[in-house]
């Protein structure tokens, strides 16, 4: 397994690489060096200038030897490296779709066992892990380093939304599940990140998908809106310590989301009658009368991490059709 120091050492070798080649590579580490392997950083230089393209492979005295992969940045993140926490599925996986569109190498964290074989490309990384299990976090990042070099891109989505419970009936024991699943593992995320998102070869970047919640929240969700509230605040800080890095952090606040597994056509009538709507008036219970779907609350993170946000950190949006309660 991959050490912190190991992975923040890769990632170091991978930007000295981009920026001797002028773009975002990725770095594969290879069990065996080839014996044409360039040596080093003035081996990867004589190269360019000899042949005026980046060799199939370097070696470092340490870490080791790497494969190369340098292509032509024919759409926006080639040559970056994003990973994502819970996205199998909803929002999660939208964000995948979205940077793999984008041209990313993406790696998916997800207590779904089919995260592994949920996409096909090559630039695809699943790992089957409990968000709860801080050593299998650790072990993804540095699985990360190990397939393409480092990280650039960060998305922090897993979380669950349990059934409403209001405050006088809410158990300490489900209370500590929420915080669990939907706080601590961003802390872990954060902190392994941090290393590597310093050495990106453009600039580290975090989005956190927090929710509507956040800034309007409903009774009977107590664990869940402190949950979000709390790692918006972790997210805020973070943008504070780490602008000195040149790591942007910021925040999306969806709305509910309704084309996913756990928006059942039972629940979301009962939710609908709860409020004296039908299930469309129910979906779309916003000033604009639209309904949000995953597929534009991924596409929009995967903008908030391109260009047109590298000079904004620490900044909270709503995705959620226009809500009085917060504007």
């Known amino acids: 397994m991959t050490t912190p120091s190991q992975s923040v050492a890769i990632a170091e070798r991978r930007q000295s690489v981009a920026r001797a080649l002028g773009r975002p590579v990725w770095l594969t580490a290879l069990a065996e060096t080839p014996s044409d392997a360039v040596d080093g950083l003035d081996g990867l230089t004589a190269h360019i200038e000899q042949t005026g393209t980046a060799p199939a492979s370097i070696a470092f005295e340490a870490p080791g030897g790497f494969a190369i992969e340098a292509p032509d940045p ?7 490296v994003a990973l994502v926490s819970g996205g199998a599925s909803g929002i999660g996986k939208a964000v995948v779709e979205a940077l793999l569109e984008r041209g990313a190498a993406v ?3 997800d207590v779904n066992p089919a995260v592994a074989g949920l996409f096909a490309s090559t630039h695809y ?8 299990d801080e050593a299998g976090l650790i072990a993804a990042m540095g699985a990360t380093a190990q397939r393409f070099g480092g990280l650039d891109m960060l998305v922090l989505n897993a979380g669950i939304f349990p059934p409403g419970v209001r405050i006088e009936d809410l158990e300490t024991s489900a209370w500590d599940r929420v915080l669990r ?9 954060l902190r392994e990140a941090h290393g590597l998102l310093k050495q990106a070869p453009r600039y580290g970047r975090v989005v956190v998908n927090a929710s509507k919640n956040v800034l309007a929240p409903g009774a009977g969700a107590a664990a869940y809106s402190s949950s979000k509230a709390a790692v918006t605040q972790m997210a805020r800080v973070a943008a504070l310590e780490w602008a000195k890095d ?3 952090v910021n925040i999306v606040h969806p709305d509910q989301v309704f084309d996913t597994g756990i928006w059942t056509e039972e629940v979301l ?7 004296g709507l039908t299930v469309e008036q129910y979906k779309r219970r916003n ?16 903008e908030m991490l391109g260009p047109l946000f590298e000079n904004v950190t620490g900044v909270q949006i709503p995705v959620d059709g226009g809500s009085d309660r917060i504007i």
Do not use: M, Q, W
């Open 107 to 109: 790696v998916n964290l």
């Open 125 to 132: 990384l699943g790992i089957h892990v409990d968000v709860t």
């Open 181 to 189: 699943i939907n706080l601590d593992p961003n802390l872990v995320l």
């Open 74 to 80: 024919a759409a926006a993140f080639v040559g970056e």
């Open 246 to 248: 040149g790591v942007r």
């Open 269 to 275: 009538k009962a939710r609908a009658a709860h409020y």
């Open 287 to 302: 000033l604009l009368g639209v309904e949000i779907k995953s597929r534009y609350v991924g596409n929009f993170i995967a």
